[in-house]
């Protein structure tokens, strides 16, 4: 197929993103339920069967430099992966790559935007395939790895190209500038306006989210113009490898070197990255994970535009609710979900020590907390939904982060390894909460990655509001939510969240969750406070991967 024809192909779901991100009602073109309906009868099977004849072998890909492989995944579902990668000299793939950058910049919006949509549409046909890859690296049960990293992280992507796309054809390719001179004659000059991308990009991605973080930075640098280098975590490469392949597969179709899109692997015991994110020619870069590496890559990578997503102290204030059971119940699910291995989870939920109005009655601090107690144990009573809810615990560091938070403060809720009958070798642990005073704030003013939470009795709602936008202003949060039914302190709630520069979520108690971000309407981050300096997404997200360079002459 040529590359005008991926255009056209997919000029209408393009027009339809576009209309979206100015909208932002709720629109998507890849199904979230995993049905035959919405994949075909035999996706399922086909893409369990493409997972595991990955395991054991070499993944290949098409890059200059290749030097040897590399591999080191451990399945936290306990499966043996031994999927081997290939090792590469990235000295030599990014003299390659920078080759093919101008090929790659001369072929203009219309024919990148297509071959991303092409791209994003053949990850779709293999979400089953990158589901088993997601769930047996990150440790996420099934359905959500089918979800979040498939069509959620596929939405991502086509967002971040909708921005691109949009921010590229608001510069018009030329135009005739006429300046009257009076009684003279008029000076024209004739202006050409050229979108030149910075250069090779590096996608540093995440062992939880391998491909939802990965995405939205990998698309917006390559719709933009910008080969693309994807650096997956020693830990969760394979769905990342599979992303690379279908990326090479489209790009070698449409006559462009494969090699655009590549991927540099490493591992745990011999990382790469700091040296791959300094290069001299690396002019983008995105990451996802810790504060610590983040804030290295932004203090150390200046010869790049950065963008980074790190930890923060997500946070819940309760001031008062309607009904309680489904307050708890809604919480209770938020921390639950995917055992807190998410940047978006809750870790600190201040309620007032003297209590809160529950409908027409009043509750105690300690209510409150049996609440929320009751209802979490209620939710994963169920051994099969707690396995599929809670996952597995990604990395052994986080196990131990459990058992070590326990001294923080006065359990209200233990956290409880749990049998995954499927998977013997799994680790699932139930979450953990504590209470702790207000006065302790080093305890729950530090990320606690994983299953644990701080209910804080604070002296009143506006200490609670106070403490929160001190904290988040001062470690960074990416969610903040309130509960009350209170008008006026909603309105506070809101002035707060623009202080703190946070994205909030107000009386959520039904089927939406303080932690879940839907493409083409919310903005994820909001790169106004420590645990981001980028929002996905946004026009700032794509607009710095780009420059517009001018020519103007005589007409």
Known sequence: MSQEQFFQRHQETLEQAVSAIKARDYW???PENPSPRAYGETAAADGEAA?????????????PGIVGEVEGEVSPYGID????????DFDQLIAAMKQETKAWRDAGPDVRAGICLEILDRLNKRSFEIAHAVMHTSGQGFMMAFQAGGPHAQDRGLEAVAYGYRAMKEVPADATWTKPQGKHDPLVLNKKFHIVPRGVSVVVGCSTFPTWNTYPGMFASLVTGNPVIVKPHPASILPAAISVKIAQDVLKEAGFAPHIVSMVADTLEAPITKELATHKDVKLIDFTGSSFFGNWLEQNAT??????????VNTVIIDSVADIKAVA?????????????????????YIPRDGIKAGDAQMSFDEVAEALSVATSKFLSDNDRACMVLGAIQAPATVARIKECESLGEVVL??????????????????LILKVDASDIEKYSEERFGPVSFLIATDSTAHSMELANQVISEKGAITLGIYSTDD??????????MDAKVALSVNLDGGVFVNQSAAFSDFHATGGNPAANASLTDTAFVSRRFVVVQSRRHA
């Open 414 to 431: 233990a956290s409880q390894k749990l049998d995954n009958p499927q998977f013997p070798n799994a680790e699932v642990h139930t979450p």
């Open 329 to 349: 119940r809604n919480l209770a699910f938020t921390l639950s979900l995917y055992s807190g291995q998410m940047c978006t989870t809750t870790q600190a939920i």
């Open 303 to 312: 010869q790049a535009q950065v963008f980074t997503e790190k930890a923060g």
């Open 28 to 30: 998507t073109p890849y």
């Open 51 to 63: 997972f595991k004849a990955a395991l054991g072998k070499s993944f290949e890909l098409e890059m």
């Open 488 to 497: 006026a302190i909603l309105d506070q709630a809101e002035e707060l969240a």
């Open 81 to 88: 992966m031994g999927v081997r990668y290939p090792q590469v």
